[in-house]
T-cell receptor, first 110, second 114 residues
Framework: QQKVQQSPESLIVPEGGMASLNCTSS?????YFWWYRQHSGKSPKMLM?????GEKEEGRFTVHLNKASLHTSLHIRDSQPSDSALYLC??????????FGLGTRVSVFP | GGIITQTPKFLIGQEGQKLTLKCQQN?????MYWYRQDSGKGLRLIYY???????QKGDLSEGYDASREKKSSFSLTVTSAQKNEMAVFLC?????????????FGSGTRLTVL
């Protein structure tokens, strides 16, 4: 069973719309959550990270974290075609590498 | 800034063959990783290394060996390639191994086994 579960598997969003992605860890030792973005044929790049309860906003991207439920979500507002990519959630805790989920593939259509 | 260079970009092998993938980084990072990505899906950790000559197994280490002879380089060996195997192998590095460390990825080696 995946330690990091992401949903949905894929998402189609109209240009200008909102994309909402979910991620939950089953490992109670994690203390950091990450969102990486991978455009087709490219390598993953870190998008945002969060370690405390609440919300963090960077431009059109907002990340939420609920540490009690080990659930994080990523929201993309005013989605653009350039946001079309595979979004990978990852969880980490001290002295171990990141554990990634299977990803959510986002397609933004004009 | 820095860069992670993976060689080769494409690797075609035969069933049962031993294949080696190489990774170099000039970030001067302590920690390096090898991940496998199947069919554009999530990443699974094969091996990581927190310093020169250190090796730690990830969840997917069976069938692989790794080597970290220098701080800047980390190689991965597929000990016996499986027929019809296709995957992208991604090398990454980070300053350390703490929870808060960002990973920087290379562009990958795409493996096809005939």
């Amino acid at each position: 069973q995946q330690k990091v579960q992401q949903s949905p598997e894929s998402l189609i969003v109209p240009e200008g719309g909102m994309a909402s992605l979910n991620c939950t860890s089953s490992d109670r030792n994690v203390d950091y959550f990450w969102w990486y973005r991978q455009h087709s044929g490219k390598s993953p790049k870190m998008l945002m990270s969060i370690f405390s309860n609440g919300e963090k906003e960077e431009g059109r991207f907002t990340v939420h974290l609920n540490k009690a439920s080990l659930h994080t979500s990523l929201h993309i507002r005013d989605s653009q075609p350039s946001d079309s990519a595979l979004y990978l959630c990852a969880a980490s805790h001290y002295a171990q590498g990141l554990t990634f989920g299977l990803g959510t593939r986002v397609s933004v259509f004009p | 800034g820095g860069i992670i260079t993976q060689t080769p970009k494409f690797l075609i092998g035969q069933e049962g063959q031993k294949l080696t993938l190489k990774c170099q980084q000039n970030f001067n990072h302590d920690t390096m990783y090898w991940y496998r990505q199947d069919s554009g899906k999530g990443l699974r950790l094969i091996y990581y290394s927190i310093t020169e000559n250190d090796l730690q197994k990830g969840d997917l280490s069976e069938g692989y060996d790794a080597s970290r002879e220098k701080k800047s380089s980390f190689s991965l060996t597929v000990t016996s390639a499986q027929k019809n195997e296709m995957a992208v192998f991604l090398c990454a590095s980070s300053p350390g191994l703490g929870s808060a460390e960002t990973l920087y990825f290379g562009s990958g080696t795409r493996l096809t086994v005939l």
